[in-house]
């Protein structure tokens, strides 16, 4: 396609952005940087059309961008914006500091995003796929109370308390740091199966069934480990979006397993999806711009925003860009040591 064509598409997209109506050539010909007839111009634009980048809605009426006129744009076409500094330092002030608790930021990045864009956000976290058990460490806390910690080579960490019957003996503590950790440490988590858990239960209960506890205890974090966390946030920016189906996003905001999918198989950088070309995204004539946050180098979850296909994506792409460099900033301890007190501990 030829540098004139692909200057038309442009304009066109930014006009439809704009005004929200189909664009015709009589208005892409007054542009400043488009000096050529309007013949010419309609005759483009029938051939970006032939192409599958535009299409128009009614026969007499302009045309507008198809989601493959939109992904050429954002690829290779757009120009985007440079965020301010002044309002840099307002989402720096909205999301906190290296004191807030991560939770807490990636809330107020949600808050800024929707905030800024009008559009819902949405915040995962990260399924662990790669990952392997690294540590588990059964730690007394008080009297027949026990914290469970268990490590990934992700740099996940999660605990939780549990009670026994009794107090264990530094014998029968060793025996179950022993066991726990011969058959757990380098394991994957997804091979965190509930048989395998089940027959480890079985194993350490020959021995004193007292200490299953413990067994389900670190059954339940792997499960939680496994499990995908989404929030969407404004969804009623959705609901009051005309051109998004009622019915569509109704039925997204009660199920969202196929946005959970879309966005687990998602790579590192910005990613930019559309309804149109997803079976699993529910709702149709929307996109979907998000992009990854990281945890001291390692990927921690996505954080994003749902909107109509028509958003300005030049104004919208680097705010996702700046709040997820922000908040990876944020959450870059700059040290490499584990913390083996549990904070946050889940109680019994």
Known sequence: MDERKLKILAAVV?????????VGSKSISKLENINVSSATIRND???????GYLEQPHTSAGRVPT???????????MTPHDI?????????????????????????????????????????????RFSVISKVEVIPTGKRLYVILL????GNIKNKACRLEFDLSHEQLDFFTHYIEENLSG?????????????????????????????KGICELSEDLRQQELTVSGSEKLL?????DKMEVVKFIEHKDGL??????????????????NDSFAIGNSSLIVSKYRKDGKEAGSLGVIGPMRVDYKKIIPYVEYLTQRISSLMDSGDDDIINAPDNMQEP
């Open 14 to 22: 930014d006009e439809y952005v704009r005004t929200g109506e189909p």
């Open 45 to 51: 634009m029938a051939a970006l059309e032939q192409l």
């Open 67 to 77: 989601f493959k006129g939109y992904r050429l744009y954002i690829d290779k076409l």
């Open 84 to 128: 301010p500094e002044e309002e840099k330092k307002m989402i720096d002030d909205m999301l906190g500091d290296k004191d807030t608790p991560e939770e807490l930021l990636v809330q107020n990045a949600a808050t800024a995003l929707t905030e800024i864009t009008h559009c819902a956000a949405v915040v995962t976290n990260a399924v662990p």
């Open 151 to 154: 490590i990934t080579s992700s």
């Open 187 to 215: 394991v994957s988590v997804n091979e965190l199966s509930e048989e395998m858990m089940d027959n480890m239960v079985a194993a350490v209960s020959a021995y004193m069934v007292s200490l299953s506890p413990l067994v």
């Open 240 to 244: 009051s979006c005309d051109e998004l």
């Open 260 to 277: 959970s999918e879309l966005l687990e198989n998602a790579f590192s950088g910005i990613q930019v999806k559309f309804g149109a070309e």
